[in-house]
């Protein structure tokens, strides 16, 4: 077998695994069984659980074992948090998100170890896993700092003028359920629990069994940030098994997968009256106008449909190229594309990694050989490469696609993008909104103006002007999230902090009732009160 320690430290043949450094820490030196067992110690699992075993993508072999919780530890796992959660609460905001900003420091100087543990759950390539450290710690660091300004107490107009006092505050839910996959495991697990926990919420999370590692890892350094350790509890176990008992002790949940099971979370939550975040799937447009400086462009294609081998939520699967640059484009975009260097090491250097299943690679598979067997051409890319590891799979560009293929409307969820050529600005505008989907797009023009102006037509969450989709992610004082079949509610900026609140509306009333006093009869209370009512508009009162 090549070995999938290498990474790349020169330019290497298109998709061929670069030549390995020397002392390369390999999979099995990065996971330890002591680590293995520290980590799953993290687990809520009594008795004597099942264990669960995972895989390392790279090789495909046993990376972890893993203890199983029941229906029972997650009922447990709610008692505990709840517990936790009161004196938390209790706690000056301060205090809370002073963990946060421990927890920001600990991370940049331990990433290392994490960056170890993402590629080796997930396939990935380090510089991609980085996306996942810097994307909490901007996390870290927005929450750790902003939250005072979001969940302060906001005075609000009062029903009376000088007499009612009124104050809108913020309290906490109490123990959310966190459902989090395995593309992005930092980022999706503790990324999304650290405004939850400076809120004053307290958090039962259940990563993907395949990611749990990270997850652990992350909630072991939270605790040395300062974390009550109960506060945060993780369960492991089969979706369709936990996944239920998550939502149904939960106070809100949030969730981050598949549209089909967001439909099933939010269908649980909502019997409940409980509410719900959901980020879900995405088919997600990237357009690429006449006036674009089409060698950016080409780079940020690259970025957009190939970080983390497209097992990304946001990453692009269609590409709309204005048909008179498009010939030009695509011999940029390809020629960039057929030079990505695959690999597998555990060190800067490689391009792309692996996908992380079979089932994400039987997926890839299918779409690229049915869309080329219905006559789609392949301008980069196309096949397995067994030879650098199991789930390997080249960056795919696929023209000539058309709307009875899979892979024109299915979410791949891999390193594949299909193109089509436009002609018009509309054209291009109805064709992305096309999908039932609504989550990330880009647009490439020299023009900001014109690209903001294109922009404010599409219909997704985030949409990135001459980036792929780090800028808008990476705003993490703006909110980010789906529309349509993307899902419900936003992370980041005040939605993503609020989302874990219950407004509270204190009024205090003064001197005077709201209602008929000093003598006064129904009648005359209500004339008074018309009066009342259209001077405050006269006077433009809110």
Same mark, same amino acid.
Not at 68 to 76: G, K, L, W
Not at 159 to 186: C, M
Not at 423 to 441: F, I, K, R
């Given at each position: ?10 330019? #290497? ?23 293995? $067992?520290?980590?799953? $110690? ?26 199983? =919780? ?11 948090? %709840? ?12 205090? %809370?998100? #002073? ?89 999706? =697990? ?63 949940? =949030? ?199 294109? $922009? ?20 993490? $004082? ?31 009333? %003064? ?32």
């Amino acid at each position: 077998m090549t070995d999938l320690t290498a990474d790349a430290q020169a330019p #290497a043949q298109p998709g061929r695994n670069p030549a390995a450094p020397g002392g390369a820490r390999t999979v099995a030196s990065a996971v330890t069984p002591a680590l293995v $067992a520290r980590l799953a $110690a993290g687990v809520t699992a009594a008795g004597e659980p099942v264990p669960v075993h995972t895989v390392a993508p790279l090789t495909g072999e046993r990376l972890a074992t893993l203890p199983q =919780s029941t229906p029972a530890d997650v009922e447990r796992a709610y008692e505990l948090a %709840r517990r936790a959660q009161q004196g938390w609460a209790a706690l000056p905001l301060r205090r %809370r998100a #002073a963990v946060l900003l421990r927890f920001h420091d600990l991370l940049l100087q331990r990433q290392d170890e994490v960056l170890d543990l993402i590629q080796a759950e997930t396939g990935k390539a380090r510089l991609h896993a980085f996306e996942e450290v810097l994307g909490a710690a901007l996390a870290a660091r927005h929450y750790g700092r902003a939250a005072g300004k979001y969940l302060r107490d906001r005075r609000r107009g009062g029903a009376v003028p000088v007499l009612t006092h009124t104050v809108e505050a913020r309290r906490p839910k109490g123990v959310i359920g966190q459902i989090s996959p395995w593309n992005y495991p930092l980022e999706l =697990s503790v990324g999304d629990a650290l405004p939850a926990f400076v809120a004053g919420n307290a958090v039962v999370n259940k990563p993907d069994t395949q990611t749990a590692l990270t997850a652990l890892w992350a909630r072991e350094l939270l605790v040395e940030a300062g974390l009550p350790a109960a506060l945060w509890q993780i369960v492991i176990g089969d979706g369709p098994v936990i996944g239920p008992a998550v939502v149904e002790h939960a106070d809100y949940v =949030s969730f981050t997968g598949s549209t089909r099971t967001g439909r099933e979370v939010a269908q649980r939550a909502a019997a409940r009256l409980v509410g719900a975040s959901l980020e879900l799937g995405g088919k997600n447009a990237l357009l690429v106008l006449a006036d674009a400086d089409l060698d950016k462009a080409a780079e940020g294609a690259v970025r957009a449909c190939f970080s983390s081998a497209g097992q990304l939520c946001i990453s692009v699967e269609r590409l709309f190229v204005h048909r008179s640059v498009a010939d030009e484009f695509l011999a940029r975009f390809a020629a960039r594309t057929g030079a990505l260097r695959l690999g597998g090491g555990l060190a800067y250097g490689a391009d792309m990694g692996s996908l992380v299943s079979d089932r994400q690679l039987e997926v890839v598979t299918q779409h690229v050989e049915e869309a080329v067997k219905a006559g789609a051409t392949v301008l980069a890319g196309g096949r397995a490469r067994p030879d650098l590891g199991p789930l390997f799979f080249e960056p795919t560009i696929l023209d000539g696609v058309t709307p009875g293929m899979a892979v024109c409307a299915e979410e791949t969820f891999g390193p594949v993008v299909s193109v089509y050529r436009f002609d018009t600005e509309d054209e291009a505008v109805a064709a992305a909104n096309s999908t039932s989907y609504g989550l990330n797009s880009s647009v490439w023009t020299k023009d900001a103006r014109r690209g903001r102006a294109v $922009a404010a037509r599409l219909r997704t969450g985030t949409v990135n002007v001459n980036e792929a989709y780090a800028a808008a992610y990476g705003s993490v $004082a703006s909110p980010m999230g789906g529309m349509g079949d993307s899902g419900l509610g936003r992370r980041h900026g005040a939605e993503g902090i609020l989302r874990y609140t219950e407004a509270q509306t204190i009024a205090s009333q %003064r001197l005077l009732p709201i209602g008929p006093s000093l003598g006064m009869d129904d009648e005359r209370f209500a004339a008074l009160f018309t009066t009342g009512l259209r001077a405050m508009k006269a006077f433009r009162l809110k």
